[in-house]
């Protein structure tokens, strides 16, 4: 969903969840699962919906991340060629 543009609230039940929410600078909208109450997500919700900033800072950090991703896969794939030639 994020990677498509898509507004998203994270349930977090690993420290992977809370770090790409954190890289795309949206720590704001991760809540533990542990924590989940149905007060609190639709609280959440209403924030995401009023946020006007939240589409600019995904296409901002998610192109980022996107360009760090495929600079490392093609530095991967380029050793693994030049390994097995």
């Known amino acids: 969903a994020l990677s498509s543009g898509i507004r998203t609230l994270a349930l977090s039940y690993d420290l992977k969840t809370d770090g790409i929410m954190?890289?795309?600078?949206?720590?704001?909208?991760?809540?533990?699962?542990?924590?989940?109450?149905?007060?609190?997500?639709?609280?959440?919700?209403?924030?995401?919906?009023?946020?006007?900033?939240?589409?600019k800072i995904l296409q901002e950090n998610i192109s980022k991340i996107i360009k760090i991703a495929f600079c490392n896969l093609k530095q991967f794939i380029t050793i693994l060629i030049v390994a097995y030639l």
Request: aromatic share 8%; glycine share 2%; no cysteine.
């Open 22 to 55: 954190h890289m795309l600078g949206l720590s704001n909208y991760v809540i533990p699962v542990a924590n989940v109450s149905l007060e609190k997500l639709k609280t959440l919700f209403k924030t995401l919906s009023d946020d006007s900033n939240y589409d």
